[in-house]
């Protein structure tokens, strides 16, 4: 049972566009939602992250936008650029130990 | 900055041939994890592992085991590779809760 389901698989944006990904999960434990981006040939790299004390995120042109009650947290991508282009992974966490449950990922291209 | 290697970044093997991916961190980081990366799947843990000596299966650990003897290292092994475990293999590390920092990956093939 996969904890945290991610949708869309892939993105298609236009140069300038928002570029948006859903992330839900089931278990009220996780207490860190981090998002990672990853370019081809390279490990994924934090982009940003929430905790559920806050319902918004925002660094620069990337938001994270987290609705507690609906279980649900996204990522927003402003004034998206061809150097966005890469794969996105949501995941959630909860504990000491710092296991993340990913979500399957959402290979975003952006056309110039 | 953290830096987290991993021994190789592509690996061919044969079938029933035992394997070693090697991942080294430099950051004194007390946690680190072992997944697997396939297409439509996301990021699969594999085993982590939170201390020296001390190891926890994952969501996947079946036909891999670990080994962590010193602090900044943490091998996984595949004791008899099959060729359903040709995939990416990604190392991270953290300290506490919070960002895993993740090596380059080892693209590994059974064959």
């Known amino acids: 049972q996969q904890q945290v389901k991610q949708s869309p698989q892939s993105l298609i944006v236009q140069k300038g566009g928002i570029s948006i990904i859903n992330c839900a999960y089931e278990?009220?434990?996780?207490?860190?939602f981090p998002w990672y981006q990853q370019f081809p040939g390279k490990g994924p790299a934090l982009l940003i992250a929430i905790r559920p004390d806050v319902s918004e995120k925002k660094e620069g042109r990337f938001t994270i936008s987290f609705n507690k009650s609906a279980k649900q947290f996204s990522l927003h991508i402003m004034d998206s650029q061809p150097g966005d282009s890469a794969t996105y992974f949501c995941?959630?966490?909860?504990?000491?130990?710092?296991?993340?449950?990913f979500g399957s990922g959402t290979k975003l291209n952006v056309k110039p | 900055d953290v830096k987290v290697t991993q021994s190789s970044r592509y690996l061919v093997k044969r079938t029933g041939e035992k394997v070693f991916l090697e991942c080294v961190q430099d950051m004194d980081h007390e946690n680190m994890f072992w997944y697997r990366q396939d297409p439509g799947l996301g990021l699969r843990l594999i085993y982590f592992?939170?201390?020296?000596?001390?190891?926890e299966k994952g969501d996947i650990p079946e036909g891999y085991s670990v080994s962590r003897e010193k602090k900044e290292r943490f091998s996984l092994i595949l004791e008899s590779a099959s060729t359903n475990q040709t995939s990416m293999y990604l190392c991270?590390?953290?300290f506490g809760s919070g960002e895993q920092f993740f090596g380059p990956g080892t693209r590994l093939t059974v064959l």
């Open positions: 592992s939170y201390d020296v000596k001390m190891k």
């Open positions: 278990n009220t434990a996780f207490d860190y």
């Open positions: 995941a959630a966490s909860m504990g000491n130990f710092n296991k993340f449950y």
């Open positions: 991270a590390s953290s």
